[in-house]
């Protein structure tokens, strides 16, 4: 099942994400699920695919305003520099010891379709893309074993994780948290839909240019490890997301780089989940 958030008339409503258009929960049901977050926390799955059999579409893909899928999470976690490349920072580096950890601040993600908030003044000399997998915590957890990491992943999104280059120089939560600066969505899609994780394929395309192409077997740090990493810090809960990093191929890590300037168009696709596009206003 893919599950999508957006507004429709300023108002927040969950709607099944299809090929043909959106199902919006109505009733009982979205007073029940008012966010992806809700459905997951209450495992309410089978509830709303029960209810939408039969139904039609009544929203096409293109007619509402897109939240971030996950949009009410408690937790944002990002993990950096987990795909050899160059560093967009601080230029060629060995591969990191161990997993580097930042968060996203409210207000930070758009959804799809949304334009990116390109900083005002010097910032935006080094604004930047990175495409990242973002894996959907399911249940309460804690320490878990590498060998149980996926039964607490309930599904996956997309992540812009949008970054201002020269401001990671004063702090990385500084660079990666400018307002409207990345992007999530379009939608969030069931675990049970992917059959391999691991083959889930990258494609980052900069005004239909492919600059990143990447499968989760190429990071350093595996989906299982980054889950029992994250989990022995912190207890996770329902609808926590945790970003799983960029490959090379971001404006920063190309040589000449290539900062996002005004009028960009940005696709992220990743297979099996769908294409978050956000143009550069």
Not at 60 to 80: F, M, N, Q, R, S
Not at 193 to 203: H, N, Q, R, T, V
């Amino acid at each position: 099942m893919k599950l999508a958030c957006y507004l429709i008339d300023g108002e927040a409503k969950t709607g099944i994400y299809t090929n043909e258009g959106l199902i919006t929960l109505n009733g009982d049901l979205a007073e029940r699920y008012p966010s992806i977050r809700a459905v997951i926390e209450q495992d309410g799955f089978s509830d709303i695919a029960s209810w939408a059999e039969g139904r039609a579409c009544d929203q096409g893909l293109d007619d509402v305003t897109y939240l971030p899928p996950l949009h009410d999470a408690e937790k944002v976690i990002c993990v950096g520099v987990n795909y050899a490349k160059r560093h967009p920072v601080h230029g060629d580096l060995p591969p990191p010891e161990h997993i580097s950890l930042f968060g996203k601040w409210n207000g930070a993600l758009v959804g799809h379709g949304q334009p990116l908030v390109r900083p005002e003044g010097e910032p935006a000399e080094t604004f930047d893309y990175e495409g990242e997998l973002v894996l959907v915590i399911g249940k309460d957890c804690r320490a878990v074993a590498k060998e149980n990491a996926f039964d607490v992943i309930v599904g996956y999104t997309i992540m812009n994780d949008g970054s201002v280059r020269g401001w990671q120089k004063h702090s990385v939560p500084a660079g990666k948290n400018f307002t409207g600066s990345g992007a999530s969505g379009p939608c969030f899609v069931t675990a049970d839909e992917i059959e391999d994780p691991f083959a889930m394929k990258l494609s980052t395309r900069l005004n239909g240019e492919e600059v990143q192409s990447a499968t989760p077997r190429d990071m350093i740090f595996d989906i299982p490890t980054i889950i029992n990493y994250v989990s022995s810090i912190v207890h996770l809960k329902p609808g926590d997301i945790i970003s799983t990093g960029s490959p090379s191929g971001s404006g920063g890590s190309r040589q000449p780089q290539r900062f996002l300037v005004s009028g960009d168009e940005l696709e992220i696709e990743w297979s099996g989940i769908g294409c978050l596009k956000n143009r550069v206003g």
